[in-house]
């Protein structure tokens, strides 16, 4: 009967380590693909920091947060399209754009899902979905659940982060 609690003992132990294994495989391997990443723009930090201005950098490089109302597009109502301000590729169209009262310029809507990705964020103890640029990788905003319809969401940007063309 003892023998038997014991392997019992040593079973779970086993199978309490592969669970903790496992767990940290996973978690490595999750964090080496956000590291990883690769994208089709590529630049070194000094080559950004050439092409943008500080506060673009901040934003668009190192996930900064422009302060609210601050930024150039909030009170745009021009037609047109806003691009990448790291990589020029087209991320909306003042078609989706929508006062949402917030102080950052916002849409319910990409041009298209092929260069606005979404990635978990947990920065700042809070959890959101972080919006960033699939071709540089660019930090562009967040995206929320409050927006309104056809999509209730809320693609909460930052005028840093993008350039406007009008059309
Ligand atoms: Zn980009």
Redesign the pocket.
Known sequence: MYIMYKTKKIMMKKIVFFCCLLAAITATSCAQQQTQQK?A?TKTDAEWKKQLTPEQYEV?RQAGTERPYSGKYVDNHEKGTYY??????P?FSSETKFESGTGWPSFYEPLSKK?VGERTDNSLGMMRTEVY??????HLGHVFTEGPQPTGLRYCMHSAAINFKTE
Not at 84 to 89: P, T
């Open positions: 994208f723009v668009a990448c301000v790291c990589c020029g590729v991320l260069y640029c699939t071709n540089c990788g660019a």
